[in-house]
C-alpha cells in the first residue's frame, strides 16, 4: 500500500465516522490531525461552522512534535484552552487515525486536564 492509497483510506474512514459525529454549541467535536512532524487539535461548532480553539505541536514550538510526549502536551494545552472558552464537554473526531499512540495519547491528556467525551 502506497501512500496516496494509505491517505484515501484514511479520508474514506474519516468520511465514515464524520457521518455519525457532528460537533454543536453545546458540545463542539474535538478534531485530530497528525503528520509525520507534528500533531494539530481543534475544537469546532460544526453548526456555525466555525474553530473555537485550536492548539498544536507547532505553536507550542515543541522540538519533536512526532511523538507520543507532544501529542500530551497539544492535548492538555487545547483542555486549557476549552477551559477558558467555557467549553467543557467535547465529542472526539480522530479523523480517520487509530485511537492509538499519538491520537490517544492526546486523547487521555485532554481528559485529565478536564475535557469531557
Given at each position: 500500500m502506497n501512500n496516496?492509497?494509505?491517505r484515501e483510506a484514511r479520508i474514506r474512514r474519516h468520511v465514515r465516522v464524520r457521518k455519525n459525529?457532528?460537533?454543536t454549541s453545546e458540545a463542539p467535536r474535538l478534531c485530530v490531525f497528525?503528520?509525520?512532524?507534528?500533531i494539530y487539535a481543534q475544537v469546532i461548532d460544526d453548526t456555525k461552522g466555525i474553530t473555537?480553539?485550536?492548539?498544536?505541536?507547532l505553536e507550542l514550538k515543541l522540538?519533536?512534535?512526532g511523538n507520543i510526549e507532544a501529542a500530551s502536551k497539544v492535548g492538555k494545552d487545547i483542555a486549557e484552552k476549552c477551559k477558558k472558552s467555557?467549553?467543557?464537554?467535547?465529542?472526539?473526531?480522530?479523523g480517520g487515525f487509530l485511537y492509538h499512540?499519538?491520537?490517544?495519547?492526546?486523547?487521555?491528556?485532554?481528559?485529565?486536564?478536564?475535557?469531557?467525551?
Open positions: 496516496k492509497e494509505k459525529i457532528s460537533g497528525r503528520s509525520n512532524k507534528a473555537l480553539v485550536s492548539s498544536s505541536s522540538k519533536n512534535g467555557k467549553i467543557k464537554k467535547v465529542v472526539f473526531d480522530r499512540g499519538r491520537v490517544a495519547a492526546l486523547a487521555e491528556a485532554a481528559r485529565e486536564a478536564g475535557l469531557e467525551f
